[in-house]
């Protein structure tokens, strides 16, 4: 008997925990402050949903910089999904020993996004403009296209359990393929034909490089926004 109630006990104070725990993450706001430390690799927003969304429905998410740091708001339809996703995510690197996610719940309840583009995006309103920006390049399409092979972003003996597969593979190729030069290139006197890969590479400075099979999609980081 007393074995029993002792086991009761245990129960009740269980239940109660269970009922603080879920009383206190309805309590919580369903959006998420994120920031990005040890920046090495660029973080997009895509990138970003396709973490935080295996672990329920993302609605909305702006990203932007504030004191030199690459941050995020993340919501959820739920502050309980919001609640295990911080849980799960806080600590835990994207790429291999670097960009290191720090949560928080933030003091908002609902975002406002006024534009679908590379900045910010709604889930919910597909119909919203995308103001300014320049349309984005679907990164699974852009993955499979150009990304086939292995590259600098790998697997590391620093990632261990607490870092997430790469999300893209950069691909590593011998030499530079230049099937045909753009008209943008005409002032440096180079011309379309089987040497021109070769005259156009030394003329950029770019020595060693001989024209091979390849891509002809170049994804270029690190611009001026300006």
Same mark, same amino acid.
């Given at each position: ?5 002792? =086991? ?104 406002n996004v006024k534009y679908n583009n590379d900045k910010s995006r709604d889930y919910t309103r597909p119909d919203l403009p995308t103001a300014d920006a320049q349309p984005s390049i679907d990164p699974q399409t852009m993955a499979a296209a150009a990304f086939a092979a292995p590259g600098i972003i ?16 950069? =691909? ?55």
């Amino acid at each position: 008997r007393a074995q029993a109630a002792l =086991q009761a006990v245990n129960a009740l104070h269980a239940r109660r925990h269970d009922a603080a725990s879920i009383a206190g993450a309805a309590a919580q706001s369903p959006v998420l402050r994120v920031i990005v430390e040890n920046l090495f690799y660029p973080v997009t927003l895509d990138v970003l949903h396709q973490i935080f969304s295996k672990f329920g429905t993302v609605l909305k998410i702006i990203t932007f910089t504030k004191n030199n740091q690459f941050q995020a708001l993340i919501q959820y339809a739920d502050s309980m999904t919001a609640q295990h996703a911080k849980l799960s995510l806080d600590g835990q690197n994207i790429y291999n020993a670097c960009c290191t996610l720090r949560i928080s719940f933030s003091k908002l309840t609902s975002l406002n996004v006024k534009y679908n583009n590379d900045k910010s995006r709604d889930y919910t309103r597909p119909d919203l403009p995308t103001a300014d920006a320049q349309p984005s390049i679907d990164p699974q399409t852009m993955a499979a296209a150009a990304f086939a092979a292995p590259g600098i972003i790998s697997a590391s003996p620093y990632g261990g359990a607490h870092a997430f597969p790469p999300a893209f593979a950069i =691909q590593q190729t011998a030499g530079l393929s230049m099937p045909g030069i753009p008209t943008a290139l005409a002032s440096l006197g180079v011309s379309h034909g089987g040497g021109a890969a070769a005259a156009a590479a030394t003329r950029l400075g770019l020595t060693g490089l001989a024209p091979t099979a390849g891509h002809n999609v170049l994804l270029v980081s690190n611009l001026n926004p300006q």
